[in-house]
């Protein structure tokens, strides 16, 4: 697997189109979407460590998109 192959596959509809479909079941799963989704993806219920991990990495992404929002927002109203 190189470099350009991976980032084909990231960009890929169908991955996209999985990735999407992951989301939405693990938002159903209603108290804990994030052991679910970890249950689906891996068979197995996460380790203490491994739910941690999961959700400071969702707590940081959920910012990184709220600064891209808030960037692309002010980007906007300034060329306005």
Known sequence: NTPL????LLNDVNYVEAAH???VRMM???ADPLAHGF???TGRSP???EASE??????QQQ???QRAALKLYWMYVLTQ
């Open 63 to 65: 910012l990184n998109v």
């Open 47 to 49: 380790k203490p460590e």
């Open 21 to 23: 479909a992951l989301a």
């Open 39 to 41: 249950r689906l993806a």
């Open 28 to 30: 159903s799963a209603g």
């Open 5 to 8: 192959q991976a980032l084909v």
């Open 54 to 59: 999961l959700l400071s990495y969702f707590n």
